[in-house]
């Protein structure tokens, strides 16, 4: 089992930048995914990258660009760099991993459900 834990959300003005951090527990599996997703209200929670544990990233298409997905094994923590934010990516932001997982980091992008351990989130909000 994994414990996850968001931090570095806040408000910041439209073209600012963010950096998310994920701590997550210690574990002893050597294949898994961690991810970045996020839900504004009234949306679908949507995939923005996923990191491998060899630390390939794979990243939904919208997402490219602006968005930067990082591990720190030693640390065992996650970050997401946000550049030129924009109102449209206010949103509670989401970490999440999968353990063995048996499908592409792709699928799990689309199907954020499918991860098996999630954080609480941190709020993201943007002032225009």
């Known amino acids: 089992q994994v414990q996850l834990a968001e931090s570095g959300g806040g408000s910041v003005q439209a073209g600012g930048s963010l950096r998310l951090s994920c701590a997550a527990s210690?574990?002893?599996?050597?294949?898994?995914?961690m991810g970045w997703f996020r839900q504004a209200p009234g949306k679908e929670r949507e995939g923005i990258a996923i990191?491998?544990?060899?630390?390939?990233?794979t990243y939904t298409d919208s997402m490219t660009g602006r968005f930067t997905n990082s591990l720190d094994n030693a640390k065992n923590t996650l970050y997401l760099e946000m550049n030129s934010l924009k109102p449209e990516d206010a949103a509670m932001y989401y970490c999440?991993?999968?353990?063995?997982?048996?499908?592409?980091?792709?699928?799990?992008?689309?199907?954020?459900?499918?991860?098996?351990?999630w954080g609480k989130g941190t709020l993201v909000t943007i002032s225009s």
């Open positions: 990191i491998y544990h060899d630390g390939k990233s």
């Open positions: 210690k574990h002893t599996y050597s294949t898994y995914y």
């Open positions: 999440a991993a999968e353990l063995n997982p048996p499908y592409d980091s792709t699928w799990y992008l689309s199907h954020p459900v499918a991860m098996d351990y």
